[in-house]
């Protein structure tokens, strides 16, 4: 069964600063996506970065970064010039080509301290 | 274009009643999902459809939960005989394709209270 791991269930940072967000999984699939959501105090859940496992270049979204290593299974999210708005909960997530379904890690929980 | 929507947004209901989730996916988007989310943890997939087919139905609990989509567009999540370890966050997203490359677009939940 795939699994997403989280061991962090909570990180604080200083604004302006950055900080990584650990995520682990296990799969024995070949073709496979990451993803990291964020879901504010409003609850929405909203995509920050996505990664496709076949592609060795981290993806990047202006301040957000991963760091995926596909052979120790690991993706973490950075984030730069940390902002208040960045403040959530963040979710590391996967699934796979031909099972579309979202496997979820239990999440850690963002604060930003001003 | 309007995201995807959900009603109602907040449900209390007593134990033993049956009650109806609904969700109005993105205008031609393919691909729908339900997922539950207990508060202080992830969201857990429920089912999913591609157009009006039911795909994948592992995730619902047990055969008190039901779902549709009868017309490949809005779908209907249906708990009957609610108990109060019903009580969650449902969710319900939607995406262009049954791809992992195409981002699913979450709706706002409906929280669903079982007294």
């Known amino acids: 069964a795939q699994t997403v791991t989280q061991s962090q269930p909570e990180m604080s940072v200083q604004e302006a600063e950055t900080v990584t967000l650990s995520c682990t999984y296990d799969t024995s699939e070949s073709d496979y996506y990451l993803f990291w959501y964020k879901q504010p105090p409003s609850r929405q859940m909203i995509l920050v970065i996505r990664?496709?496992?076949?592609?060795?270049q981290n993806a990047t979204e202006n301040r957000f970064s991963v760091n995926f290593q596909k052979a120790a299974k690991s993706f973490s999210l950075k984030i730069s010039d940390s902002q208040l708005g960045d403040a959530a909960m963040y979710f590391c997530a996967y699934n796979f080509f031909g099972n579309e379904k979202l496997t979820f890690g239990t999440g850690t929980r963002l604060t930003i301290i001003p | 274009g309007a995201g995807v929507s959900q009603s109602p947004r907040y449900k209390v209901t007593k134990r033993g009643q049956d009650v109806a989730l609904r969700c109005d996916p993105i205008?031609?988007?393919?691909?729908l999902y339900w997922y539950r989310q207990a508060l202080g943890q992830g969201p857990e997939f429920l089912t999913y459809f591609n157009y009006e087919a039911q795909q994948d139905k592992s995730g619902l609990p047990n055969d008190r939960f039901s779902a549709e989509r009868p017309e490949g567009s809005i779908s209907t999540l249906t708990i009957q005989r609610t108990e109060q370890r019903d009580s969650a966050m449902y969710r319900c997203?939607?995406?262009?394709?049954?791809?992992?490359?195409?981002?699913?677009?979450f709706g706002p939940g409906t929280r669903l209270t079982v007294l």
């Open positions: 205008s031609g988007h393919v691909s």
């Open positions: 997203a939607s995406s262009l394709r049954t791809s992992g490359r195409h981002e699913q677009f």
């Open positions: 990664q496709e496992a076949y592609k060795q």
